[in-house]
Each structure stands twice: as C-alpha cells, then as structure tokens.
C-alpha cells in the first residue's frame, strides 16, 4: 500500500504530531464516590475508616448507603408522586480485586449491627428463662450467605424481610446455578420491588410472603463481575438492572503504615446512629416519606435527564437505567433516613431539595459506575470490537498494511456484519486510527478509504 499514490495521503508518523489516543478502558477514568453528600455521622465515619484501614473511600462509603439499606428497609417508603412509591431497600455490588482489605471495612461498618444482633438476642433469651419459657432460636438480622429455598423460609418467618452482606460474593455463585442447573431466582427479584411470592410445592410447605423486601450488600473480586453477564439467565432476567455498581480505583501500592485511629466521637456518633435506625420497629401501616417542592423539581429534572440516557450510550444497558430514577430516589430516602437526630428520637417525613441533590449527585456515581460495569462484563459488542482492535495495534500491528482497509480489520478481528463501520468511527473518536481518502487512479471511480494506526500505541506492549 506505500506506493508514491499513497504518500501525499499518509498522516505525519512522529508521536509529538499524534494526539495520545483515549482509552476505552473506563475503569481509569471513574469518579470517586461523592462524599459530601453523606450525612455528617456517616461521612466522618466513612472518611475515617478509608484512612484507618487505608482503602478508597468508596469501599466505606457504598458499604454505608448497603448498610442504611439494612436498617430501614420496610419501615419507611418514598412516595415519589402520586402511583410511584419506592421502598428503601438497596442491592449493592462492590468490585475490587484482591488484598484491597473489604473485608476489614465490612467488619467495622456493621460493628453496630452485630452488637444490635448480639444485644436483641440476649435480652430475648433472658426474658424467656425468668418466664421459664423454651429459648427461642438465635435471630439474625444479616446473613451471610443463603440458599434461596433457605432464604425463602427466613423471609416467611421474618414478615417477609431479609438482609444479605457478605465479603465473598458466594450469592452469585449459587443464583447462578452452584448448586442446581436451574436455580429459582423469583425471590431474589421479587424482593427487589416488594412483590408478593407464593411457592406451592407437592413436598414441602406451601410459603406465602404478601410483601416481599430483601437488602443485599456484596463485595466480590472483578471475576463475579464478569460472569455476572456471562450467566444469561441472570443477565436476561433483569438481576444485573437492580445492582448498583462500584468499582473503585484499588489503593495497593500507595498505602501508608502510621494512621490516625477513629476518634472515639466520630465512632460514637455513627453507632448510635446506626443502632437508632435499626433498633426503630417496623411499623404496622407504610411510614411514607415525601418530597417538597424542591425535590420535586429535582427529580422531574432527573427524569427528562434518563429519558436521554436511553438515546445515548446507554442504548445496551437500558435496563439499568430504567431503573436508575427509582434507585436514586431510594438512596434520597435513606439520606433522609441517615438525616435524623437520634437524641431526639426524630421519625424521617420530607426529602429537602437538599437532600434529593445530594442523591442525584450519588446517583450520577452509580450510572458511571454501571457504565463501566457493563463494560467490564461485555454487554456491548461494539466495545468488545474497539478493544479487539486495539489489542492488535498494541501487539501486533505489522500483520495490517499501512495504512489498512475496513476489510483488513475485519478479517484480523472477525466482526461480524455492520459492526466493522461502527467500529472505526469509535476507533476515529478515541483518535486510535486517522481516517484518509486516498484517490483512485482510473476515470470516474470512487476514492479508497484507509486508516493509518496512531504510532502512540503501535506494538506499544
């Protein structure tokens, strides 16, 4: 293809006349978990562990809005306008590879929690040994990990609710077939919005939940996250939809060994926090929180805005972001919720424009984060392409011509149909490759078109 036709077409070939081209890795260009919009017994706590254990803030963080979740879901709802009400249940994804100490952050985070466990309980038994009464069995809050024929019989002993956390990710495992080739994920999804589930069986009990609620909070390693996507039952049953993404940035390698401890203020007013919300009862009667006028306009502003998202780059995970308005208006509640004076034993009732740009702002975290989510788990083929391609260049850009054609590139990575076009405008955007129109020396025949490959990432690796 360097033939003397060729050379009046062909892009200067030193780097500095190149521009550095733009990764399709969006991983690097996330952003960090928006910690002002936490409220102050939250945000100090969460400032503090990320420093004591030395992790992202986002670790913490998220962990806190999974571990909110915990504390008030079916106790308070949100009526976003009139027919859309929302309960403040959460399910929550954390990705980071290992050695990033997830569980450390876990174990401080829900400290409160398994003291409120603890403390329940033995007041429980005690009551039943002055009354002489049979000790009943230990009642768990959270769980760990649970089969879903299990998860089904603690529900319908629990007036429906449930609560997972875990640092391993094993949930996964078994939703996607561990244990059975065609595991019964009804209630996992059911549990999501509050549906009703009955399970009729010829060999064991009929169940009856007449509202379901189920708050998850995971921490798993980037390889749960890609066979989340892989699991096409998961995938196309609307499990990845109700998940809210973080994969924060790993701090191994720029981590300091002398930290401040927590000051015992900070801790004592995140316990005490924590312990009032989970210790509220759960009411007989829906307990609605509302929105003012301000969140109101904040939340209609928010849903033009996602009408947008489907016409963009959301158009392979549109099922993600019908779910995207809901999800924030959930975490408007549980900020609501975290807003409370516990001195003062203060009930949460109204969501302050405030409060709902506070949740909009984490809401844009998790759409971000989705995206790259996503991505990572290759819900998009024409990514998959991109990154196909790239690859090439990095490693083994002599097996193209230079410049190359549409077809060079196809039959190297075989894409398939139109992808090939769509592809090479992404590559042209991410300035990868340089588009030319190279003339045609016979009489009124079409130009060629050809690509020259950026030198900034040619055999780079």
């Known amino acids: 293809m360097n033939n003397k036709n060729d050379a009046p077409f062909e892009p200067p070939k030193t780097n500095d006349e190149w521009p550095e081209p733009v990764s399709f890795d969006r991983f690097s260009l996330l952003p960090p978990f928006p910690v002002d919009a936490l409220p102050p017994s939250i945000r100090e706590e969460v400032l503090n562990v990320s420093e004591l ?3 992202p803030v986002d670790l913490p963080a998220v962990a806190a809005l999974g571990i909110l979740s915990t504390c008030v879901h079916d106790k308070y709802f949100v009526l976003g306008k009139e027919g859309w009400i929302e309960q403040l249940n959460l399910y929550v994804l954390i990705v980071l590879p290992p050695s990033e100490r997830k569980s450390a952050v876990i174990k401080v985070m829900t400290q409160p929690i398994t003291a409120f466990e603890e403390e329940y309980n033995r007041r429980l038994q005690q009551k039943c040994q002055e009354n002489n009464e049979p000790l009943p069995p230990w009642k768990y809050i959270v769980m760990d990990s649970t089969t879903t024929e299990a998860l089904e019989i603690c529900m319908s002993a629990n007036d429906g609710r449930a609560s997972i956390i875990s640092t391993e990710g094993g949930l996964f495992d078994i939703l996607g ?23 009729s069986r010829v060999t064991r009990n009929d169940i009856c939940i007449p509202h379901t609620s189920l708050s998850m909070l995971q921490t798993v390693q980037p390889s749960v996250l890609k066979g ?22 790993p701090k191994a390698g720029h981590r300091k060994f002398d930290v401040p401890p927590i000051p015992t203020e900070v801790q004592d007013n995140y316990n005490k926090m924590i312990t009032y919300l989970i210790g509220l009862p759960y009411p007989e009667t829906r307990k609605m929180i509302v929105l003012d006028k301000d969140a109101t306009d904040l939340l209609r502003g928010l849903h033009y805005e996602t009408e947008h998202l489907y016409l963009e780059d959301y158009a392979d995970m549109t ?5 995207y308005c809901g999800n924030t208006l959930r975490i408007a509640g549980l900020l609501c919720c975290a807003s409370v004076d516990p001195d003062s034993k ?5 969501i302050t424009g405030d409060v709902m740009a ?3 702002d984490i809401g844009h975290y998790f759409l971000a984060h989705a995206r790259a989510a996503y991505d990572f788990m290759g819900s998009d083929p024409i990514l998959n392409g991109c990154k196909k391609a790239v690859s090439v260049f990095e490693n083994n850009s002599d097996s193209l011509p230079t410049p190359f054609a549409k077809r060079d590139l196809s039959r190297k990575c075989h894409f398939q149909g139109d992808d090939a076009e ?3 405008d992404q590559l042209e955007k991410h300035l990868y490759i340089r588009r030319v129109e190279i003339p045609n020396n016979k009489s009124n025949a079409k130009s060629s078109t050809r690509y020259f490959i ?8």
């Open 454 to 461: 950026n030198p900034h990432c040619i055999n780079r690796r």
């Open 228 to 249: 989340l996507m892989r699991n096409k039952m998961l995938s196309s049953r609307g499990m990845t939809s109700r998940i809210l993404f973080s994969c924060p940035k």
């Open 346 to 350: 203060t009930q949460p009732e109204i």
């Open 358 to 360: 506070k949740a909009i």
């Open 53 to 55: 254990i030395q992790t």
């Open 177 to 199: 077939g561990m244990y059975s080739n065609t595991p019964n994920i009804d209630l996992v999804l059911k549990g999501f919005s509050g549906d009703r589930h009955v399970v």
């Open 319 to 323: 099922d993600w972001v019908a779910k």
């Open 422 to 424: 769509k592809i090479l």
